[in-house]
């Protein structure tokens, strides 16, 4: 556990991977108490809906949103404006159960391809295609070869 917690900037790498591209496009909420956004109120009881796929390509939050930029996970002055401008798992009292164990299985999946295993993209993002239904489904990305090391 020590080693997957020593991984820092594999760590901002899948940060900016779900950043970029959240596995949920959207979840809602109900609000327990008036909401007020600029000159609006929005009463308590609303369902509102969060789009993590959009708020993580505010430019108010992200500098350079469409760019892939891990270090921006490594820079302590963005932790608190990351802190609800961030939500791959949601975030609050409702967030995903298994986030911890996620974020750990991909460092060790990753880890371990990395360490034996050199991987050449054919492609460039432009290729990657989703499409958001109830979870962001991969509906093609660029070729990539795996090379034994």
């Not at 008036?34 to 992200?62: A, D, G, S, W």
């Amino acid at each position: 556990m020590e080693d997957l917690n020593a991984m820092r900037y594999l760590d901002a790498v899948i940060k900016e991977s779900l950043r970029l591209y959240p596995s949920v496009p959207s979840f809602t909420r109900e609000l327990n108490t008036t909401l007020q956004l600029k000159n609006y109120k929005i009463p308590p009881m609303t369902t509102m809906v969060i789009f993590p796929y959009i708020l993580h390509r505010n430019e108010n939050i992200y500098s350079n949103p469409e760019d892939f930029i891990p270090e921006r996970f490594l820079d302590e002055e963005n932790k608190s404006k990351f802190l609800f401008g961030y939500i791959p798992f949601s975030a609050g009292a409702r967030n995903c159960i298994g986030q911890k164990y996620a974020m750990n299985q991909m460092k060790i999946v990753i880890s371990t391809v990395l360490r034996n295993a050199k991987i050449v993209s054919s492609g460039c993002k432009e290729d990657i295609k989703i499409s958001m239904q109830l979870l962001i489904r991969i509906e093609s990305l660029p070729k990539v070869t795996f090379h034994k090391l």
